[in-house]
């Protein structure tokens, strides 16, 4: 079964400030998604980014990026120029290939503060 | 488009009182999901459905019952609930390898 390990309960960063949040994994399978998801105090569970495991390429979404690195398994989202509004908790969350196993299975996720 | 709602947002029971969570997606999506979440924990999983029909355990399946008779909707039972049931519960749908879509939540008390 697929594990993923979030090390990290909280985080702290300065407004403006760049922050990188941890997530490692452990699987088998050679191909697969990774997720990292935001929830913030309203409950919503919000889609941040995604990256498909064959693709090399880091995936980026405006002052998200991710550092996938999968031979280490660890898939690290870095947040720039950080705003009140990112404060929340993220979840990093692995999914299968195969459509039968295809669910989606969480860390524990980290709480990150926003300092003004 | 109202995506994954779930009904009701809030809910206390007692021990031993049974209730039934509803899920219902709209986005014609194969894969429907129901996860707890509690704190320190993360999502875990309680079942899932692949298909209208189908069922399959998750991580966390046991005082947990659940029907997928229609395809928009999926139903999770809690036959004589307990204090460790209390959590916050999800459900989730996706279409194929899509990322999947949350509802807003149900709080759930067991007194």
């Known amino acids: 079964a697929q594990t993923v390990t979030q090390s990290q309960p909280e985080m702290s960063v300065q407004e403006a400030e760049t922050v990188t949040l941890s997530c490692t994994y452990d699987?088998?399978?050679?191909?697969?998604?990774l997720f990292w998801y935001k929830q913030p105090p309203s409950r919503q569970m919000i889609l941040v980014i995604r990256?498909?495991?064959?693709?090399?390429q880091n995936a980026t979404e405006n002052r998200f990026s991710v550092n996938f690195q999968k031979a280490a398994k660890s898939f690290s989202l870095k947040i720039s120029d950080s705003q009140l509004g990112d404060a929340a908790m993220y979840f990093c969350?692995?999914?299968?290939?195969?459509?039968?196993?295809?669910?989606?299975?969480f860390g524990k996720g980290i709480t990150l503060s926003v300092r003004p | 488009n109202a995506g994954v709602t779930q009904t009701p947002k809030f809910r206390v029971l007692k021990t031993g009182q049974s209730m039934t969570l509803l899920c219902a997606q709209d986005?014609?999506?194969?894969?429907m999901y129901w996860y707890r979440q509690d704190p320190g924990m993360g999502l875990r999983l309680i079942h899932y459905?692949?298909?209208?029909?189908?069922?399959a355990k998750g991580e966390v399946p046991d005082g947990y019952n659940v029907s997928r008779l229609k395809k928009q909707n999926f139903l999770l039972g809690l036959e004589s609930a307990a204090p460790s049931q209390t959590s916050v519960y999800f459900c989730?749908?996706?279409?194929?390898?899509?990322?999947?879509?949350f509802g807003n939540g149900t709080r759930l008390t067991v007194t």
């Open positions: 989730a749908s996706s279409y194929g390898y899509s990322p999947l879509h």
């Open positions: 699987t088998s399978e050679s191909d697969y998604y």
């Open positions: 990256q498909e495991a064959y693709k090399q």
């Open positions: 969350a692995y999914r299968s290939y195969t459509g039968a196993n295809s669910k989606l299975t």
């Open positions: 986005m014609n999506h194969e894969y």
């Open positions: 459905s692949v298909g209208e029909g189908t069922t």
